[in-house]
């Protein structure tokens, strides 16, 4: 079974140019989650799908970032102007459902220059 | 919101010994998650605890729930270089909104 993929693994930017990022799920994975990870720390969740609906966006800050699910399956993760602080890990997961457990992908590692 | 406090933030131990690394919630825990991550990689899942009491193991690693159900406990026995890495705990804090611990980064010493 394919795990959870995301591409690009690497993204180099100027700041204030945007960037994207995408997430493809483990298959039959109704629960998608978009976190940002800095480094020495853990991750903090940005947004949580339900399907395609997005349940839980409380921490995104969202004059910059922007995020969608079409279909319920594949997410985008979108920054439109980064910023120097933007650079950082951000990793997608995806569960069966709430409260299962989850499953990571590699990363996608932002620097912002 | 919940808050899961990790401890010791880093370890290094010989190879061959054994370790603990523990997880403190400000709430009761519903469910916790035990993850590995490997710099620059993406955290790989472990094991899952939901009853108070509950142990888990895989091949070295044991991870256990208390019985008051706010902390947790992962211990590694006769460890290798193999197991190497940040150690992450997480949680369900509220909203079903799975949250962590800031990471244990463990190193082993030939």
């Known amino acids: 079974e394919a795990g959870v993929v995301q591409s690009p693994r690497y993204k180099i930017i100027e700041k204030k140019q945007p960037v994207a990022f995408w997430c493809n799920p483990i298959s039959g994975h109704n629960t998608l989650y978009w976190y940002l990870q800095n480094l020495g720390q853990g991750p903090e969740l940005l947004i949580r799908?339900?399907?395609?609906?997005?349940?839980?966006d409380s921490q995104l800050p969202k004059d910059r970032f922007s995020a969608e699910r079409l279909k319920g399956v594949d997410s985008t993760l979108k920054i439109q102007p980064a910023e120097l602080g933007d650079s950082a890990v951000y990793l997608c997961?995806?569960?069966?459902?709430?409260?299962?457990?989850?499953?990571f992908g590699q990363g996608t590692r932002l620097t912002v220059v | 919101s919940q808050e899961l406090e990790q401890s010791p933030q880093s370890l290094i131990v010989q190879e061959g010994k054994n370790l603990t690394i523990n997880c403190t919630s400000s709430?009761?825990?519903?469910?916790l998650y035990w993850y590995k991550q490997k710099y620059g990689e993406g955290l790989i899942f472990l094991m899952m605890?939901?009853?108070?009491?509950e142990e888990k193991s895989h091949e070295k690693i044991t991870a256990k729930l208390d019985e008051k159900k706010q902390q947790s406990s992962l211990h590694i026995t006769a460890s290798q270089p193999s197991h190497a890495g940040i150690y992450l705990c997480g949680a369900d804090g509220g909203a079903q909104k799975l949250v962590f611990g800031q990471g244990t980064r463990l190193t082993i010493n030939p």
């Open positions: 799908y339900e399907n395609e609906e997005a349940v839980d």
């Open positions: 709430k009761t825990l519903y469910g």
């Open positions: 997961a995806s569960s069966l459902r709430p409260r299962s457990e989850a499953f």
């Open positions: 605890l939901q009853k108070g009491g």
